[in-house]
């Protein structure tokens, strides 16, 4: 792409994004009971602290470890990844007690972020190992 076309395309992401913004706050205050907004802003206020505050330092610092050689990107894409995935799981797996209707969450959520990061894991681990596979193909 053309840096030109590059940066319209990222202006119309960017424009999208805030369309789409504009559209959940719309929603948030007009379809919400008065005391929920304020919960739902402590909520997000909670996952940018926990994500600048407590997820990035220690993918950046992990990071830092594990950036031996050229896959360091592979590792630090697995390490976000995953903390991301668990950042996710942390409200259903933090929850106090057991809902009153068991419908509401129904599934085994530790076993399902059990299996989701082995997947990150793996996949992980393959994608550095197809790397060096590579690497050591074309010497």
Do not use: C, F
Request: charged share 10%.
């Amino acid at each position: 792409m053309k840096p030109s076309t590059t940066t319209a395309l990222r202006l119309l992401v960017g424009a999208a994004g805030l369309a789409l913004g504009a559209v959940g706050v719309t929603h948030l205050l007009d379809e919400t009971r008065p005391g929920t907004v304020w919960q739902v802003l402590l909520w997000a206020g909670g996952v940018l602290a926990l994500h600048d505050g407590v997820l990035v330092p220690i993918v950046l610092a992990v990071g830092l470890l594990v950036t031996g050689g050229r896959l360091g990107g592979v590792w630090r894409a697995g390490l976000l990844t995953a903390g991301t995935v668990t950042l996710v799981a942390l409200p259903v797996l933090l929850r106090p007690g057991r809902p009153a209707n068991a419908s509401v969450l129904p599934l085994d959520y530790p076993l399902g972020l059990t299996l989701v990061l082995s997947a990150v894991v793996a996949g992980t681990g393959a994608t550095a190992g197809w790397h060096l596979w590579r690497r050591r193909r074309q010497r």
